[in-house]
């Protein structure tokens, strides 16, 4: 005997597997990655910009990089 996989008692009752529930995943998804994509870019780019400038020539010094001026 072939097993049935049942779908009573998950999930919202009414809801069927084409009822959104694809774009509601990516709609998730894309919210989750946002966020991941904002902390990586709020807390990376100084550091990016610091090793880019410490690899370029001529090389500079660590002060040098981080001054203003």
């Not at 989750?32 to 990586?40: D, I, P, S, T």
Request: one cysteine or more; hydrophobic letters at 40%.
């Amino acid at each position: 005997m072939a097993s049935r996989v049942s779908s009573k008692g998950k999930g919202k009752a009414g809801r069927g597997p084409d009822d959104g529930s694809t774009a509601r995943c990516v709609k998730d998804w894309s919210t989750w990655a946002m966020k991941k994509a904002k902390v990586v870019a709020h807390y990376g780019f100084i550091p990016l910009i610091i090793v880019i400038g410490m690899n370029s020539e001529p090389k500079p010094h660590l002060s040098q990089l981080v001054s203003p001026v």
